[in-house]
């Protein structure tokens, strides 16, 4: 178990994730980290910390040290790679273009991780995560849907993701298999979480999704 949290809306996304991170801590986690797309430096920032969500907070200045209005969040329980910040979420691919969170387990990672690294991606963590964000960078033309879609259709195993890209700001993908994930839909602003007390703070309107269903979130719907 762990937590997922993303936002893309008119606010500032960093404090809403970590605020929303807090209200899943009662499902256990050894590391945390949050990523912010910051539109000034067109970039991703990302920030983690092995332990305590505390330990992010003070790290972000309480996330208003991570400007922007798309991020997503995560608490980790370290299935595959010890608890460290290295190991700890979100992971990018190799050349930082795409940045997700995930809850779950891959379990054909390593013959996934095999063909990446013949196809010249390098690996910088221990997880069985990496693999997603690589291969969805390896199958990324100029959709980031479609991209996921087809990266996701190659995971066997059970995954909750969130996932953003430098080339499309603003826009979260979500899809979940065998782990849960909710969307949450507010006024110029969408949210994604392992649970709903996460988003309950800004929206009562929430949507569980299925398995296997996919989620695009724009700060519109
Ligand atoms: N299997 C992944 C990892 O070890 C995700 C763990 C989780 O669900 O927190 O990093």
Known sequence: MCGIVGYTGR????????????????RGY??????????????IDIVKTKGRLKNLL????????????????HTR?????????KNAHPHCSDDKMVVMVHNGI??????LKDKLLRKGYAFYS????????????????DDLFEAVVKATSKLEGSFAIGVIAKN??????AVRKDSPLIVGLGKDESFIASD????????????????????ILTPNG
């Not at 996330?63 to 798309?70: D, E, I, R, T, V």
């Not at 221990?126 to 033309?141: A, F, G, S």
């Open 30 to 43: 050894d590391s945390a980290g949050v990523a912010v797309f910051n539109e000034a430096e067109n970039d």
């Open 126 to 141: 221990e997880t069985d995560t990496e693999v997603i964000p690589n291969l969805i960078d390896y199958y990324y033309k």
């Open 168 to 173: 499309e700001p603003n826009k979260l993908i």
């Open 106 to 111: 891959i379990e054909n990672y390593q013959e």
């Open 77 to 85: 329980w370290a299935t595959h790679g010890a608890p460290s910040e």
């Open 58 to 73: 003070e790290k972000t200045d309480s996330g208003k040290a991570m400007p922007g209005g798309c991020g997503i969040g």
């Open 11 to 26: 606010e500032a996304a960093a404090p809403i994730v970590l605020n929303g991170l807090s209200k899943l801590e009662y």
């Open 196 to 215: 709903i007390p996460a988003v309950l703070n800004h929206t009562r309107d929430v949507y569980l999704l299925e398995d296997k269903e996919f989620a």
